[in-house]
């Protein structure tokens, strides 16, 4: 008997947070009509708010 195997997904892609912000220290995201903003903080981490 055959079972059918389901496809791995594609690995999430990578992308520099220097090329996201383009030298600024934050921006903002619209995702589904809501508003988030991404930035970088005074510790340099990264921090997503809605």
């Known amino acids: 008997m ?3 195997q389901t496809p ?4 999430a892609p ?9 030298g ?9 009509g809501e508003t988030y903003r991404l930035r970088i903080t005074r510790n340099n981490k990264l921090i997503l708010t809605k």
Request: net charge negative.
């Open 2 to 4: 055959m079972t059918e």
């Open 8 to 11: 791995s997904p594609a690995p």
């Open 14 to 22: 990578i992308i520099k947070s220097e090329e996201l912000l383009r």
């Open 24 to 32: 600024g220290q934050e921006i903002i995201i619209t995702h589904q």
